[in-house]
């Protein structure tokens, strides 16, 4: 079963605007982290926030956790036609040497 | 680019055949991994290694074998291909920090069983 659930599924915005996904997990975690995945390719990382830290920047990312709601949120801002991939959140368990990741998010920038 | 590497990058075969993946990296890393990812149920781990021939099984282990006989070479064998197992298959190696571990993807292999 699945961890983390994004959300929306697909969301589609004009480039300059900001984006934002959401991510829900079940259980208690260690660190949630962030991938982008363009269409075709393998996923790459983006940012890795520790379940003791609230918010984190990375450019133009900024992520946020909330573990007494077991949520985080990643935030795009200003975005670009290079930002159009599928994000996905994955989790981490304390001494856990498994991800387990959501179904992901799409998202189009629109020029 | 974490030196993973994914052969074959695409495959065609027929029901019931033997197919075998091979993923090689080539920086050491302790952890690897064998992920599918579907439309409809995102990345769902399938195997993973913490050693050469140590593995253990993921979420969606069935119908799949694997061996890791050398450090760098992790191999996903479907011993007779299903329809169900049409997909496409990423390997991954871990880099342990501080914060947890980081997952480093290979690009993929495409697998259609026909």
């Known amino acids: 079963s699945q961890q983390g659930e994004e959300d929306p599924q697909a969301l589609s915005i004009q480039e300059g605007e900001n984006a934002t996904m959401n991510c829900s997990y079940k259980t208690s975690i260690n660190n949630l982290q962030w991938y982008r995945q363009n269409s075709g390719r393998g996923l790459v990382h983006l940012i890795l926030i520790r379940s003791n830290e609230r918010e984190k920047h990375s450019g133009r990312l900024r992520v946020t956790l909330d573990t007494s709601k077991k949520s985080s949120s990643l935030l795009i801002t200003a975005s670009r036609a290079a930002d159009t991939a599928s994000y996905f959140c994955a989790t981490g368990a304390e001494g856990a040497q498994k991800l387990v990741f959501g179904q992901g998010t799409r998202l189009t920038i629109n020029p | 680019d974490a030196g993973i590497t994914q052969s074959p990058r695409h495959k065609v075969t027929e029901t019931g055949t033997p197919v075998t993946l091979r993923c090689h990296q080539t920086e050491n890393h302790r952890y690897m991994y064998w992920y599918r990812q579907d439309p409809g149920h995102g990345l769902r781990l399938i195997h993973y290694s913490y050693g050469v021939k140590d593995t253990d099984k993921g979420e969606v282990s069935d119908g799949y074998s694997v061996s890791r006989s050398k450090t760098e070479d992790f191999l996903l064998t479907l011993e007779s291909a299903t329809s169900s197992q049409t997909s496409v298959y990423f390997c991954?190696?871990?880099?342990?920090?501080?914060?947890?571990?980081?997952?480093?993807f290979g690009e993929g292999s495409w697998l259609t069983v026909v």
């Open positions: 991954a190696i871990s880099e342990w920090g501080l914060s947890g571990n980081t997952i480093y």
